[in-house]
């Protein structure tokens, strides 16, 4: 079955760890997306990639990074985490379309640095 | 002015009547629009998906479009308590080629 999956689904941690926050996808997309969300908040793109070795910074600036390597893979990676960076994490996906195509959400992570 | 604005409510209808969310948006070159559904502490899910205008019906859901005016419409037909959540609105500019700039949703409450 098509499905994007995000993995932990939930992480505490303590602060100065280097983190990696897992995301692939099975339904062939070639966009992915990172967002971070507070709760009760906006969703805000912090990362995107439209497709191998594409990757490009969003609307809110992010001490994150990622990389896209594979297709379905779409890593997002802290090097030394802080309780700033408590937050959830969502990952998405599209596929190319003229219009811009609909995009699919992980279940998310939700990080919390202690 | 945000580029996509909802009022965030909470808005409460009782349960059976019709949910009525609304989104305006300021770039009038926009050309896809989506509708997605949030229950707390889980990820968006995707409900509805327009790009003319007019309307689009799926199930219990209509959406509606109206690019002179610069707004877009969901209405929730029936509603049920299990459709109590957080509606975004989301639109693509031509621009912005794939990337969804997200309002800040709409808390509909549905009482039984």
């Known amino acids: 079955e098509a499905d994007i999956y995000q993995t932990p689904r939930y992480l505490v941690i303590g602060t100065g760890k280097k983190i990696t926050l897992e995301c692939s996808q099975t339904m062939g997309h070639d966009k992915m997306y990172w967002y971070q969300q507070d709760p009760g908040m906006e969703l805000h793109l912090i990362h995107y990639s439209y497709g191998v070795n594409s990757t490009e910074k969003g609307d809110l600036s992010s001490e994150s990074t990622v990389s896209r390597i594979r297709t379905e893979h779409f890593p997002l990676t802290l090097e030394s985490a802080r309780p700033s960076h408590t937050s959830q994490y969502l990952c998405?996906?599209?596929?190319?379309?003229?219009?811009?195509?609909?995009?699919?959400f992980g279940p998310g992570t939700r990080l919390t640095v202690l | 002015q945000k580029e996509v604005e909802q009022n965030s409510g909470p808005l409460s209808v009782p349960e059976g009547a019709i949910a009525s969310l609304n989104c305006t948006y300021s770039?009038?070159?926009?050309?896809?629009f989506f509708w997605y559904r949030q229950y707390s502490g889980k990820s968006p899910e995707l409900i509805m998906s327009i790009y003319s205008n007019g309307d689009k019906e799926d199930g219990r859901f209509t959406a509606q479009l109206n690019k002179a005016s610069q707004y877009v419409s969901l209405l929730i037909r029936d509603s049920q308590p299990s459709d109590s959540a957080t509606y975004l609105c989301a639109v693509i500019k031509t621009s912005n080629t794939g990337k969804l700039i997200f309002g800040q949703g709409t808390t509909l409450q549905v009482k039984p």
């Open positions: 770039d009038r070159v926009s050309q896809s």
């Open positions: 998405a996906s599209s596929e190319w379309a003229d219009r811009g195509g609909e995009q699919f």
